[in-house]
């Protein structure tokens, strides 16, 4: 895939890497001269210094053969405008739209004539407000939220002095809004639970729940088992 960033701070430069290491070919256009020279040393694809609200920069990057644009600076009215610009020059790329302020998120999602310039958008701010406030609240573990559905993917470790240790997935009588949907035993290996699915005395478990569930389902997965079993 080819793809197009606009922004190299930190957000747009850690995901310009991680497409790298992925396979994926990156061109990031960049405003600040400096910047621009900086990144050019780090990464393996073009870094173009210019603004990519002007079509002629975005048609330097070769957007018309981009499969997808993610603007990615910390100015909301210059990304929603840099992903019109890239819909208006290649109406089949996708874009991606960042959002600092999530008011104007709402906004954007609301405008019916908006939303036909941007696939995705995402507020690096409202993602990590939510994670460290969901984190204030029900601690302990890795978790991947879905804020706008009001769930989270969250992951256990079995040890041998776990009650769930050997039990049926069935015996565990989850919460009607939590499932299973991953089960590692101590070697890495991944099984696809069903209910008669034996969990193993040492590994993890990956549980999708809603929020609302989440300190049932943590006191059910962390509960010890009594000093003389264990």
């Given at each position: 895939?080819?793809?197009?960033?606009?922004?190299?701070?930190?957000?747009?430069?850690?995901?310009?890497?991680?497409?790298?290491?992925?396979?994926?070919?990156?061109?990031?256009?960049?405003?600040?001269?400096?910047?621009?020279?900086?990144?050019?040393?780090?990464?393996?694809?073009?870094?173009?210094?210019?603004?990519?609200?002007?079509?002629?920069?975005?048609?330097?990057?070769?957007?018309?053969?981009?499969d997808a644009f993610a603007?990615?600076?910390?100015?909301?009215?210059?990304?929603?405008?840099?992903?019109?610009?890239?819909?208006?020059?290649?109406?089949?790329?996708?874009?991606?739209?960042?959002?600092?302020?999530?008011?104007?998120?709402?906004?954007?999602?609301?405008?019916t004539d908006l939303k036909?310039?941007?696939?995705?958008?995402?507020?690096?701010?409202?993602?990590?407000?939510?994670?460290?406030?969901?984190?204030?609240?029900?601690?302990?573990?890795?978790?991947?939220?879905?804020?706008?559905?009001?769930?989270?993917?969250?992951?256990?470790?079995?040890?041998?002095?776990?009650?769930?240790?050997?039990?049926?997935?069935?015996?565990?009588?989850?919460?009607?809004?939590?499932?299973?949907?991953?089960?590692?035993?101590?070697?890495?290996?991944?099984?696809?639970?069903?209910?008669?699915?034996?969990?193993?005395?040492?590994?993890q478990v990956i549980i999708?729940?809603?929020?609302?569930?989440?300190?049932?389902?943590?006191?059910?997965?962390?509960?010890?088992?009594?000093?003389?079993?264990?």
């Amino acid at each position: 895939m080819f793809v197009v960033i606009m922004g190299a701070g930190r957000v747009g430069f850690l995901v310009a890497k991680m497409l790298e290491e992925e396979g994926h070919d990156v061109t990031i256009i960049e405003m600040n001269k400096e910047r621009a020279k900086e990144l050019s040393l780090l990464i393996n694809g073009l870094v173009i210094e210019g603004d990519a609200t002007d079509p002629k920069t975005l048609e330097e990057a070769n957007i018309k053969q981009a499969d997808a644009f993610a603007a990615l600076t910390g100015k909301d009215d210059a990304n929603l405008l840099a992903c019109i610009l890239a819909k208006h020059l290649n109406p089949k790329i996708k874009t991606s739209l960042r959002i600092s302020n999530p008011q104007n998120r709402r906004i954007f999602e609301e405008v019916t004539d908006l939303k036909r310039y941007f696939d995705f958008v995402i507020s690096p701010e409202e993602i990590a407000a939510e994670y460290i406030s969901r984190n204030i609240v029900t601690p302990g573990f890795d978790r991947v939220l879905f804020p706008k559905e009001g769930a989270e993917i969250v992951r256990f470790t079995i040890n041998g002095d776990s009650e769930i240790a050997g039990r049926l997935v069935k015996e565990l009588k989850l919460p009607r809004d939590a499932l299973m949907v991953a089960v590692y035993d101590e070697k890495g290996n991944l099984i696809i639970p069903s209910g008669d699915t034996k969990l193993p005395d040492r590994g993890q478990v990956i549980i999708f729940a809603k929020n609302s569930v989440l300190d049932d389902v943590k006191r059910l997965l962390e509960k010890k088992k009594p000093n003389n079993e264990s």
